[in-house]
């Protein structure tokens, strides 16, 4: 039997168990051998996360950023961005119109912005958990007293992707950042009582495949609670604008790959894969994902959020992204997910109103 059959049998019985080098194999997979794994990446999301797909509304609030990462269409040296802050009257309006429109998760997303202060997040926070929605929040690295009080204001998940396990790379695309400090960051986080995502971008320049199997592997150590894999797409404003996108078969590999090696991670079907493919976020949901982030920004600010060009829905307001979502739901025979979409792990704060889940609140000041 030759590595990918031997590995792919391993994933067949127990998932848990991939080693290294099974997953290398498994992310070797040539054209005729995709199809099988796709499959049992969809069978695996079927018996442990069910039929649901949980969409998480996300409000691009601020595309100010002081971080210079040289994938990112927002980092600070790309004067050719035209910046905006949203009023926290403004969030609050748009992650009401996510409520209403049956969201049970509202995703605050940001370029690393410090005019947001810890007293202004923490009222927004507070805020929108009125609404009886889990809040998700990506604003980058902010510090540990931060964190603690965005945990205590009644925030339930944080996103902060890795963004590459291979230390070299990350600290070329990061200047002046180090991917021990992000883990650092991601281990407080789940000490804080976070349920974390972290993910990577695929076909980033340099990136090799026993890098992307240390992605996979870092994020299991790291007991994630979603993984989100979508492909570098470049901007022509950044250092590697003249670099090439990733692919769609190479994404839907790794997605597929993640499914295995996490497999009751929450995994979304990118808005990047839905970019660089019309098909992209449905074919994701074929093997292995099961979350959308639909776009709830205020269409005004919409095209300004450019960490990449040619973003789909751009040109959408809040409902007809949210439609469309639903109705790629429907389209693949699944259901939109009921609760609040908290992982399996935290089950049981499915109960309450989620402001409960992780550690007290408490009403800021
Ligand atoms: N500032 C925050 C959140 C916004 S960026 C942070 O950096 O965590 C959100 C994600 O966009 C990043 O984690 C990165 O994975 C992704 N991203 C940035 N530039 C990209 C590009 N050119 N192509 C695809 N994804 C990109
Ligand atoms: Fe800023 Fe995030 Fe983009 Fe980096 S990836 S430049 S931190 S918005």
Redesign the pocket.
């Known amino acids: 039997m030759d590595l990918f059959e031997e590995a792919l049998a391993k994933a067949g019985e127990n998932c848990r168990e991939l080693s290294f080098e099974d997953i290398k194999a498994l992310l070797g997979a040539g054209e005729s051998e995709r199809p099988r794994l796709y499959a049992l990446a969809d069978r695996v999301r079927s018996r442990l996360l069910g039929e649901e797909v949980y969409l998480r509304g996300i409000i691009e609030f601020s595309n100010y950023?002081s971080?210079?990462?040289f994938?990112?269409?927002?980092?600070?040296g790309n004067k050719g961005v035209r910046r905006y802050r949203m009023e926290p009257s403004e969030i609050l309006e748009a992650a009401g119109e996510a409520a209403g429109m049956g969201l049970k998760t509202i995703v605050l997303q940001?370029?690393?912005d410090p005019f947001y202060t810890v007293e202004i997040l923490t009222g927004v926070i507070w805020e929108i958990k009125k609404l009886d929605v889990a809040v998700t929040l990506s604003l980058?690295l902010r510090s540990p007293e931060d964190l603690r009080a965005f945990k205590e204001a009644g925030a339930d998940r944080y996103l902060l992707k890795h963004e590459t396990a291979d230390a070299d790379l990350f600290a070329r695309l990061?200047p002046g950042t180090t991917l021990e400090d992000r883990v650092g960051s991601l281990r407080l986080l789940k000490r804080l009582g976070y349920q974390v995502g972290s993910g990577g971008m695929v076909g980033l320049p340099g990136q090799t495949v026993p890098a992307v199997a240390r992605d996979l592997l870092l994020m299991r150590d790291l007991d994630v609670e979603m993984a989100g894999l979508g492909p570098f797409i470049p901007h022509p404003g950044t250092p590697l604008g003249g670099s090439p996108a990733g692919s769609l078969e190479m994404t839907l590999t790794i997605l597929a790959v993640a499914r295995l090696v996490l497999p009751d991670a929450h995994l979304p079907a990118t808005t990047a894969l839905g970019t660089i493919n019309p098909r992209g976020r449905g074919l994701a949901l074929r093997c292995g994902a099961n979350v959308i982030m639909p776009n709830v920004t205020p269409q005004r600010y919409r095209s300004h959020y450019s960490?990449y060009p040619g973003k789909t829905g751009i040109d959408r307001d809040p409902f007809t992204s949210v439609r469309e979502m639903r109705l790629l739901i429907e389209s693949l025979g699944r259901s939109e997910g009921t609760g609040y979409g908290h992982s399996p792990k935290y089950a049981y704060t499915e109960l309450h109103s989620g402001r409960e889940s992780g550690v007290r609140s408490q009403k800021p000041e």
């Open positions: 950023c971080g210079a990462c994938y990112c269409g927002l980092r600070s940001s370029g690393e980058g990061r960490i």
